[in-house]
């Protein structure tokens, strides 16, 4: 799958992708356009005065008809969500959860270094915090905390 960017023009504020099926049109960082099956789908503008030629420069890429196609922006961000489908994203906290019991499984005689780790894998999850007086804690409690942790990131989940 090509997921580079291309740019319309010589701006690099305008750029088009392939993402999932879709040929996605961004002004900035933020999708106002895309085309699925040869079908355009374009947002009205409701940014700026330079995101308005975007669109224009759009419309002439697309071979259509200045603002005919444009659809209120509510409804624009429906059918983009519902054009790129269900997202299978990765879960990052049962990826990391899987590591982390895989390590407590392999680390099980030495505990110090098993929590140690652990706390290190998780660390990375995004959102994840450890309480303040971590280091004050015992390692049997730390132990118990990650492995309801691990419990958590291991139930079934959305992926």
Known sequence: MDNKKHYLRSTRNL????????????????????????QLTISENVWSITTAKHLNWIEDYAGVERK???IPHKDFKNSFEK???????PDHLKTVGLVSAMFGILSENDKEAKVKYQKRF????????????WDQLSVEEKEKRLDGVNKIALEKRGN
């Open 15 to 38: 750029y088009k992708k392939h993402e999932d099926g879709l040929v996605v049109f961004y002004s900035y960082t933020t999708p106002v356009a895309f085309i699925k099956d040869g």
């Open 68 to 70: 005919f196609y444009r």
């Open 83 to 89: 054009a790129k489908g269900p997202q299978n994203k």
């Open 122 to 133: 998780y660390e990375k999850v995004p959102g994840l915090q450890f309480p303040d007086d």
